[in-house]
């Protein structure tokens, strides 16, 4: 049974930064993209960034601000947020996507910026 646990998420000022974390446990293997989403209260889930071996995509709200990195032996993904702003207030999301076309995602948690 393969679960990705998040950690980092909390409560920051405007302008602070966040690390979240996501590592995966059981048996995953041939892991392609790794990738965070995010969704506020009424608003639908969205992506925030992904990383490949190859490519690294971010949302347009979050280029220069955020930075997704992954360690593969760890198999865990990491979502650098810098100068954060009330409206990246949401659960946040990590998705594992395997070469074999199993999806999994963590539990979420919250990430709130205060103005």
């Known amino acids: 049974q393969v679960q990705l646990v998040e950690s980092g998420g909390g409560l920051v000022q405007a302008g602070g930064s966040l690390r979240l974390s996501c590592a995966a446990s059981?048996?995953?293997?041939?892991?392609?993209?790794m990738s965070w989403y995010r969704q506020a209260p009424g608003n639908q889930r969205e992506l925030v960034a992904t990383?490949?071996?190859?490519?690294?995509h971010y949302a347009d709200s979050v280029k220069g601000r955020f930075l997704i990195s992954r360690d593969n032996a760890k198999n865990t993904a990491y979502l650098e947020m810098n100068s954060l702003k009330p409206e990246d207030t949401a659960v946040y999301y990590c998705n594992f996507a395997t070469t074999y076309g199993y999806n999994y995602w963590g539990q979420g948690t919250q990430v709130t910026v205060s103005s």
């Open positions: 059981g048996s995953i293997f041939s892991i392609n993209a």
């Open positions: 990383i490949t071996s190859v490519v690294t």
